[in-house]
Structure formats: structure tokens, C-alpha cells
């Protein structure tokens, strides 16, 4: 039973290729519900919601695939490659991912919800957290996974990674932090402790 009817908040963060989506995954198995900010991001730039024309407004229709939603490929080669375009991005979506979390957590029946976020902090909902953890994995490896995951190059996959905050600065916000450089069994042991 949830006390004051809130549940307990939890915020998962790191780097792409870090492994934090098999972190939530082990969690969920475990009766957590879990936030994907990924997926909500990607929602609300769809034509019709949020932050369709503001993006569109700031990056053009340049953007735009065939079927007139935002290519993210596409988008991605603009902010991926420029730090202020990012930031910018980041801005306007957010907000609006923001906004759909909060909904989400206020409607919650669960004790315990678990914010999958890469940019948690970027997008300044470490506060809402009673717990945040990060999960950090060695820059090779990160590549790799990105690599696979992603179907990107090499380089795609290094832009990626510099382009987001360093792991030295996200220690500085975090309550517990998981080192992933291994096997899936060795990152469950690790989420079991936790």
C-alpha cells in the first residue's frame, strides 16, 4: 500500500549504450512499473502532438520523412553534430516528456515507478526521483552496443556518446551508480542488490 497514495520514484540514467533499458527490463519483471522516456519522446514528436511544430519550426521541413512525420534520423545527423541544436531540441521536448510522466505517476496504482531517462538530468526530473541511479559502462563497449542496437557506424556511435553529459558529471547526481561492462546475468545480480 502506497503511503499518501505516491509511489515511490526511482530515475534510471546513463549513456547511450550503457544498458540501463536491461536494467528497467529486470526491474519490470520484478513488478515495477517503468517510464520509457525514449518512448514518450519519440510520441510526442509525431504530427498532431506537442511538439511537432515546434520542432518543426525550428529545424524546418528538411526533417521531415515522406510520410510528413519527423525523420529522427535525420534530426538526429542536425543535433547529434552541434551542441546547441541539441540543447535547443532538448528544450522543446522535454517539457512535453515531462508533462506525460507526471500524468502517468499521478495515475499510477503501482508502489513503485521507475523512470528510464537518459537525459534525467538534462531534462531536470532528478528532483521528482526519491532515488537515482546511474548505470555506466566503458566507452568501447558503448560504441559496440550502440553500433548494434542502432545500426550506425562507428563514428555515428562516438557523435552520439559526445554529444551527451560525461559520466564524471553525472556521478555528481546520482545515489547509486551500476558499472555494466559485463554479462546480463552479472547486471541482474547487480539490479537484485540493489
Not at 55 to 76: H, P, T, V, Y
Not at 107 to 119: C, F, G, Y
Not at 145 to 156: N, Y
Request: proline content about 1%; charged content about 30%.
Amino acid at each position: 500500500m502506497m503511503l499518501n497514495n505516491k509511489p515511490k520514484i526511482i530515475g534510471i540514467t546513463g549513456g547511450s549504450g550503457v544498458g540501463k533499458g536491461e536494467a528497467c527490463r529486470l526491474l519490470a519483471c520484478r513488478g515495477m512499473e517503468i517510464i520509457d522516456t525514449d518512448s514518450l519522446s519519440h510520441r510526442v514528436i509525431l504530427r498532431g502532438n506537442a511538439a511537432y511544430d515546434e520542432i518543426l519550426q525550428e529545424f524546418g521541413g528538411d526533417i521531415l520523412g515522406e510520410n510528413s512525420e519527423i525523420d529522427r534520423k535525420k534530426l538526429g545527423a542536425i543535433v547529434f553534430s552541434n551542441k546547441a541544436k541539441l540543447a535547443m531540441l532538448s528544450s522543446i521536448v522535454h517539457k512535453y516528456v515531462q508533462k506525460e510522466c507526471e500524468e502517468i505517476i499521478s495515475n499510477t496504482t503501482n508502489s513503485i515507478i521507475v523512470i528510464d531517462a537518459p537525459a534525467l538530468v538534462e531534462a531536470n526530473m532528478q528532483g521528482i526521483c526519491d532515488l537515482v541511479i546511474g548505470v555506466f559502462a566503458k566507452r568501447d563497449i558503448r560504441v559496440e552496443r550502440i553500433m548494434e542496437r542502432d545500426g550506425i557506424g562507428r563514428d555515428a556511435a562516438q557523435m552520439r556518446i559526445n554529444s551527451q553529459m560525461t559520466d564524471d558529471v553525472l556521478r555528481g547526481y546520482i545515489d547509486i551508480a551500476i558499472d555494466n561492462n559485463g554479462t546480463l546475468q552479472e547486471l541482474e545480480e547487480k539490479v537484485r542488490e540493489i
